[in-house]
């Protein structure tokens, strides 16, 4: 079963036994202080291990003083002004610790030390990109399927798709010929004035082609166009590919979130990259 995302309150959370863990995604201020008590209450009737809580960094000391810590922070976050802070608590201590922190280190250190690319790749004859459209979601969801064991959001689902397509999530896919190869999305929140880059699911076999790359150039330009000043993403920390696609794209480390979503058939530890667009 899929997590799933609902209020509480007025704040918009993500939870589930998939990632076992409840996710604060936009919390509305008049929640505060009493969304901590709630988090805290919803998490130990579902046996979750983990509370990650994306809040504005007017409302840290409310959760630092309940023993969550800081796990990444992007500057200039909230319409380019308020930082964001990704705080988190762990109810079960195992969960806090990253078994494959040596590994995680040294792909980061890689994707660092890669110089930031002056000008885009371009697609090679018979390749195509565009928005997709609701005349797209049968091939996309294909894709989806042939990359993603399992993901945190149900992007299997005609209907979550074609329901998100209408939302504030734009969808970017590159073609062969007729054929979908390559897909990504930009969840935009124009009230924040920022966008998460995220869904990028490649075809095996036409994997090693830049295309990563070239669907970031062109969702950056879609923030542009928008006047979205924040980009940033939260990309598997064991994903040597991703971590320097960011990077090389000019996208600055901001911190990891230990075992924080199952993605691919488990748990994983994510990294988190920004980048000031406008």
């Given amino acids: 079963m899929n997590d799933v995302i609902q209020k509480i309150g007025n704040s918009i959370v993500h939870h589930g036994k998939q990632s076992n863990r409840i996710y604060l995604m936009s919390l509305d201020s008049s929640d505060t202080p009493s ?144 054929k979908l190869v390559a897909i990504s999305s930009i969840e935009a929140a124009y009230k924040y004035s920022n966008a998460e880059m995220t869904d990028f699911a490649i075809l095996e076999e036409y994997r090693g082609n830049g295309f990563a790359g070239y669907l970031l150039n062109e969702m950056e330009k879609i923030l542009k166009d928008l006047g979205i000043k924040m980009a940033y993403t939260i990309a598997r920390a064991t994903s040597a590919g991703m971590n320097m696609t960011f990077s090389k794209h000019g996208y600055l480390y901001s911190g990891t979130l230990i075992n924080n979503t199952n993605i691919a058939g488990q748990i994983e530890s994510m990294n988190v990259w920004y980048k000031l667009i406008i």
């Fill in 35 to 178: 969304i901590v008590d709630r988090l805290n209450e919803y998490a130990q009737k579902e046996n979750y291990t983990k509370i990650i809580a994306k809040v504005p960094s007017s409302a840290k000391d409310t959760f630092l003083k309940n023993e969550y810590k800081e796990e990444a922070m992007v500057p200039n976050f909230y319409h380019g002004k308020e930082d964001g802070l990704f705080l988190v608590k762990y109810l079960d201590e195992n969960r806090a610790v990253n078994q494959l922190e040596e590994q995680c280190d040294h792909i980061l250190k890689l994707a660092e030390s890669k110089e930031v690319l002056k000008e885009g790749i371009p697609l090679e004859k018979d390749f195509c990109c565009r928005k997709a459209e609701e005349s797209d979601i049968e091939d996309m969801v294909e894709v989806y399927k042939k990359v993603f064991k399992t993901y945190p959001f149900p992007i299997y689902d005609k209907k979550y798709i074609a329901e998100t397509m209408k939302d504030n999530v734009i969808y970017l896919g590159i073609w062969f010929k007729e």
